[in-house]
């Protein structure tokens, strides 16, 4: 079974970056899409970024796009997403999760394995 373990999270002045991980174990990452979703408070969850499982096909939230980046090292089964310029709207817990490969791109019910999260507060 497929075991997803994001980490990097943290405390983050406006306009700072960081660069979450996300660690899987139990299946080998390359046979998966990779999504990164987010969840603030009182609000629903939203997608970030997906990943095709071979890293040429990707797809960004328009309110990222210019910011954020993902990629991924199947050899090191690790998905990253770099965030820069960070803003207080992107306070939120972010989640990766995996769909099959085969499903371009996947639907958030697509995806069968969830990490716990990992938290990001953007605040001066």
């Not at 306009?15 to 299946?27: D, E, M, P, T, V």
């Not at 979703?37 to 997608?47: K, L, M, T, Y």
């Not at 709207?89 to 999760?97: H, L, P, R």
């Not at 371009?104 to 990490?115: E, H, I, K």
């Amino acid at each position: 079974q497929l075991r997803l373990v994001e980490s990097g999270g943290g405390l983050v002045q406006p306009g700072g970056s960081l660069r979450l991980s996300c660690k899987a174990s139990g299946l080998h990452l390359e046979y998966y899409s990779i999504g990164w979703f987010r969840q603030a408070p009182g609000q629903e969850r939203e997608g970030v970024s997906l990943i095709a499982n071979s890293g040429d096909r990707i797809k960004l939230a328009d309110s990222v796009k210019g910011r954020f980046t993902v990629s991924r090292d199947n050899a090191k089964n690790t998905v990253y997403l770099q965030m820069n310029n960070l803003k207080p709207e992107d306070t939120a817990v972010y989640y990766c999760a995996a769909a099959p490969q085969g499903i371009w791109p996947p639907l958030p019910v697509d995806f069968d394995s969830w990490g716990q999260g990992t938290q990001v507060t953007v605040s001066s």
